[in-house]
């Protein structure tokens, strides 16, 4: 039977995710170390697992509203005043969802007609573009170089915004790159966003993972741009909590409202045991000054300064990432594009990473490497990558 007539030209045309179009041929392998996967190698602090198993014990498994559990929203509203200085009414800005990516989709089905362009700085992540395509949009890239520590400019997003161009998507700090912003870098960006009147979907995903003393500004926070931002957060990354799966999105009142109208359909709600876990994260934080974050953040900030040192030392350049969990060093000095160095070195030298065009083509030259992973087997791992350099590097 021919399918072709009965399936969607948007969604047949996107090709699939480049990070797992390789681990699909990594899997092949054996003994390989696998530095690729973008989640906390830390156990879901016992504060969030007890509150979520406390709620299965007393039988609380039903649905909850559509926009989530009033007490976990007001948890959420209380740690984003606290932690980054911005407010939102917890009973009409905030909704919970089934992680930051559902919460990312629902923001640009509410804002996206048909033909409408969206800015997404490159590299990032890998859904951002096929998520403005699945929403009848089209996916316009600003390209970030690694000369501005792969901040978006204020200049390179003048350069590709077009009378068609409605919104922004700001994710920092990055995924891969592990780029941020500073609070000038954003007060220049937003000065473009009020003259051509743009939207911002800010996913903030990483905000509480920053290191050398740099606390990561809100987008919201900038004067003016509350009112024209959608921010985007969760607890996969800062709570180690990825299958959980518990994100939210704050918004002005008109944009919620479409927002939670599709959820309402497609979702319902998020799962009621993980918004429960969710509230034992945030009210545990708040009892010891997130004291598990920031013992996890200490773990990261060594194998980041790990990372980096190695990697240079052997000649694969890599500017000091700020944020995330992530490097992105550049192999020209091999010879090869990433895709290349990517599945030479998975055949070769039996370590998996990511080739940085997965992220964009403006990665081409990079790969992707994530220090979720405990220092021994990092150390293993760029002890492999340091001899397979040694047969290539020019």
Known sequence: MNYDKYLSKIVTAIPPSGIRKFFDVADKYKDVISLGVGEPDFDT?????????????????????????????????KYLK???????????????TVGASEAIYLALRAIINDGDEVIVPEPSYVSY??????????????????????RLTAKNLEKVIT??????????PNNPTGAIMTRENLQEIAKVVKKHD??????????????????????AEIDGMKERTVLINGFSKAFAMTGWRVGYACAPNAIFKQMLKIHQYIIMCASTNAQ???????????????????KMVDEYDIRRRFLVSRLNAMGLTCFEPK??????????????NGDEFANRLL??????????????????DFIRISYAYSLNKLQKAMDRIEEFVAKYKN
Request: charged share 25%; with cysteine; glycine share 12%.
């Open 45 to 77: 602090p016992w504060c969030a697992r007890e509150a979520g198993i406390k709620s299965v014990q007393k039988g609380i498994t039903q649905y909850t509203s559509n926009s989530g559990l009033p007490a976990l929203r007001e948890q959420v509203a």
């Open 82 to 96: 606290e932690r980054f200085g911005v407010e939102y009414d917890p009973m009409s800005e905030i909704f919970i």
């Open 129 to 150: 573009m096929p998520s403005v395509a699945i929403c009848g949009g089209k996916a316009v890239p600003a390209k970030c170089y690694v000369e501005d520590e792969f």
């Open 163 to 172: 009378d068609k161009t409605k919104a922004l998507i700001l994710p920092y």
């Open 198 to 219: 743009l939207l911002v979907l800010s996913d903030e995903i990483y905000c509480e993972l920053t290191y050398g003393g740099e606390r990561h500004t809100c987008f």
């Open 276 to 294: 429960y876990a969710a509230i034992g994260a945030l009210k545990g934080g708040f009892e010891d000054d997130f004291a598990e974050m920031r």
């Open 323 to 336: 944020g995330a969990f992530y490097v992105f060093p550049c192999v020209k000095s091999t010879g090869m």
């Open 347 to 364: 055949e070769e030298g039996k370590v998996a990473v990511v080739p940085g065009d997965a992220f964009g083509e403006s990665g081409k």
